[in-house]
């Protein structure tokens, strides 16, 4: 089956969700074990896409993109997704997933460019990304009413450089600040880069806290982060300044208390190359992953004790999305491959391998 | 077991992979398997066992002239240094393996050294009053003390004598800095020894998938120091013009090695490409119906190697615009090499990487 009569096949079955034949039955069973991956992706002649694919290797949808993208964010309610250009980034694609087709290509505000991650207010009506502002060096989180067309509607300061991946618990914002001031790429004040984690008011966007390292750790760059259901982050970082055994690579803040580094024994840290590339919370909560492409690993911590678990190798792997039992991930690789993890055991088995496909950092499970 | 004994053992396929039937498919699991046994018993491991000879020799070397210094103990400590330096240069490229354990790859040698922390470093390390520069000393050091940079600057000063003189424990240091290069050179050789099934026995571990997954890992080792040759070891000190250059920012000017360590790696990448048995990455190539490609690439090391042969090394300080030109064709040069690997990658379905080369 093509592609296109693949795509239009499996619109029908979602238009009729009841129908009553034996085909219907077994694709529904089928979708049930084979959750739907979101991930922008790369070709090896360098074509940027969003790609809709069943973790089983089916692609339902791939939508080509004006440039490489980042961050795919999952607006459920409207069944849309909006996949944020990567940093220095100038547009946002929204995408009916229900549908499969395209809905909107929204540009960026004269003078600002993405960083390449969004987020939903509480309500839904909002689209907040972390932007890149004209005017001075800070960031900024902008508004845009999902409901007037993502129009602007205000924009808040993000409270350090550089900002990256933010994160809703409740009424609050929860902002990786890289602390990277960049020129297109390059990376312009490492020397006196102040990453930041803060915690703002959305409402007020007064910032209800900030977490920082020691100033010995000054140059690990926050920029990944995701959230267990008690609000607590788990936070991926890029170290940018001489490499040493001890950088923080891998942290977590509780709401009121001090940014604490996780555990990552010795020899693993050392292979590591000072990068980790997503940061992923399971659907129970209390696992964590980061992964480290340059390292080739996938780590894990139980949550709720601070204690390492173990890794296991995925060779350039970054993407990571939530399964739907405890401890359970997909992570995606720019080799092509998917897999499905436990944290528990760090068992790796993998589920699709189409080498031409590069999937870029960051994936998310539609289910 | 012995490599000539391995290599017996799986040679019985051989015909299988040269012959028509598999011309223009990815090379075989057992051809990746055949090249990675190759590339880590006969590339890998030999190199790291000669840069930990030469730097236990450097060791010996660098305590005589602490022993008893003169001119003939200081320039066989130099010469030592030089020999020790080059073997490294000859492995430099390979990213993967026991050189990473404990971070050894960049505390080997911590270069380019943007902000001057490793004279920072060595100051603070020359008036250091804790006790011995031991283990434990080098387990919590700044890795800009640890290696071949650190010992260059101390043993390729031209007042040598005077700082002696000057800082009492300076001798100490550079004998002590000698001895963690011979230990960690030491150690990245001997843990080869269980290190090296996770390659050779790659699509049968937990490691690797695939015997290709270890073969790309191997491969970037091939690739990807070409850019690194280029831009850092090159561009870096040219700049944008004769008039901006500066031979200081070369990777080793105080020892005026910077041109050799070039031809060093040079060599090593060719010997990557062309030299394993029985299986070489232009043997793959040729097996894929790739055999102008693979033929171009060796051509281009060898015109790449003779142009390096005709290039003195500078004097540390601004290029003349000649030596200037010069080193921006070899760039030049290194780039058309780099851009023909990067094809032959694709015609051997090998992926370097994505997430891993370029990521946010």
Redesign the interface.
């Known amino acids: 089956m093509t592609e296109i009569n693949r795509r239009r096949f499996l619109g029908i079955l979602t238009a009729l969700p009841l129908a009553p034949y034996c085909a219907t039955a077994t694709a529904a069973a089928a979708a049930a074990e084979a959750p739907r991956l979101a991930s922008a992706v790369?070709s090896?002649d360098g074509v940027h896409s969003l790609l809709i694919r069943r973790a089983d290797g089916q692609t339902l949808f791939q939508h080509p993109l004006p440039a490489r993208a980042?961050q795919v964010l999952v607006d459920a309610p409207r069944q849309r997704l909006v996949v944020v250009s990567?940093?220095p980034g100038y547009s946002l694609e929204v995408i009916d997933y229900r549908e499969l087709k395209a809905l909107k290509r929204i540009a960026v505000t004269e003078g600002g460019s993405f960083y390449?991650h969004a987020e939903l207010s509480a309500d839904g009506r909002y689209l907040m990304t972390t932007e890149a502002s004209a005017a001075d060096d800070e960031g900024r989180v902008v508004f845009r009413d999902v409901e007037d067309d993502y129009r602007v509607v205000r924009e808040i300061r993000s409270g350090g450089v550089g900002p990256?991946e933010l994160r809703r618990f409740g009424d609050t914002l929860i902002v990786a600040n890289g602390g990277i001031r960049t020129e297109g790429r390059e990376k312009t004040n490492l020397?006196t880069m102040q990453p930041s984690l803060v915690r703002l008011d959305i409402a007020s966007g007064e910032i209800r806290e900030t977490h920082r390292f020691d100033e010995t750790f000054h140059q690990a760059s926050i920029?990944h982060i995701d959230l267990t259901p008690d609000g607590a982050v788990l936070v991926a970082m890029q170290y940018e300044g001489?490499?040493?055994?001890d950088t923080p690579l891998a942290a977590i803040q509780r709401p009121g208390e001090a940014m604490t580094t996780l555990p990552i024994p010795?020899?693993v840290h050392?292979?590591l190359r000072q990068?980790c590339?997503s940061a992923c919370v399971d659907s129970s909560g209390r696992y964590g992953a980061i992964s480290a492409?340059?390292g080739?690993q996938m780590m894990f911590w139980d949550l709720q004790e601070a204690r390492y678990l173990g890794q296991?190798?995925v060779?350039?792997?970054?993407g990571l999305a939530r399964g739907q039992a405890a401890g359970e991930f997909y992570a995606s690789?720019?080799?092509?491959r998917v897999y499905r993890l436990k944290a528990q055991t760090q068992a790796r088995e993998?589920i699709d391998k189409t080498?031409s496909l590069?999937?870029?950092?960051h994936m998310v499970n539609l289910a | 077991m012995n490599i000539a004994k391995q290599i017996t053992r799986r040679v019985w396929w051989l015909p299988l992979v040269m012959s028509a039937g598999v011309l223009n498919a990815a090379p075989s699991d057992e051809a990746w398997s055949v090249w990675n046994e190759a590339a880590i018993d006969q590339h890998v491991i030999p190199r790291y066992q000669t840069l930990a000879e030469q730097s236990a020799a450097m060791q010996s070397a660098v305590a005589g002239y602490c022993k008893a210094p003169d001119a003939d103990s200081l320039s066989g400590a130099r010469d030592a240094y030089v020999e020790a330096m080059l073997a490294w240069q000859g492995i430099q490229h390979v990213n993967f393996g026991t050189v990473l354990y404990l971070m050894r790859d960049s505390a080997m040698q911590f270069w380019p050294d943007r902000k001057n922390v490793g004279r920072r470093q060595l100051r603070a390390a020359l008036s250091y009053s804790g006790g011995a520069y031991d283990e434990e000393y080098f387990r919590d050091a700044s890795i800009s003390v640890k290696g071949f940079p650190a010992l260059e600057s101390l043993l390729f000063d031209e007042a040598i004598a005077d700082k002696r003189e000057k800082f009492p424990r300076y001798c100490e240091l550079m004998t002590a800095i000698a001895g963690n290069i011979a230990q960690m050179t030491d150690s990245i050789a001997v843990q080869w020894d269980d290190a090296r099934s996770q390659y050779t026995d790659a699509g049968h571990n937990t490691f690797f998938e695939e015997p290709a997954d270890a073969s790309a890992q191997i491969l970037k080792s091939l690739v990807e120091p070409l850019e690194v040759l280029r831009d850092t070891k090159i561009l870096r000190a040219l700049d944008e013009s004769a008039a901006e250059s500066n031979w200081k920012r070369s990777e080793s000017w105080r020892s005026g090695i910077s041109v050799a360590n070039l031809s060093a790696n040079v060599a090593a990448l060719e010997a990557l490409y062309q030299g394993t048995k029985p299986l070489s990455v232009k043997g793959l190539l040729e097996a894929q119906d790739q055999t102008a490609l693979a033929v171009a690439i060796s051509d281009q090391f060898a015109q790449i190697r003779a142009h390096l042969k005709t290039i003195a090394e500078p004097q540390a300080g601004p290029l003349s615009e000649a030596q200037w030109q010069d080193l921006n064709a070899l760039a030049g040069q290194i780039r058309d090499l780099n851009e023909q690997l990067d094809e032959a990658m694709l015609a051997l379905g090998i992926n370097l990487g994505f997430n891993s080369r370029d990521g946010d």
């Open positions: 790369s090896d980042h990567r940093r390449g990256h020397d920029r001489t490499p040493r055994p010795a020899g050392a292979q990068y590339g492409p340059r080739n296991c190798m060779l350039d792997g970054c690789s720019g080799v092509g993998r080498p590069h999937w870029d950092n």
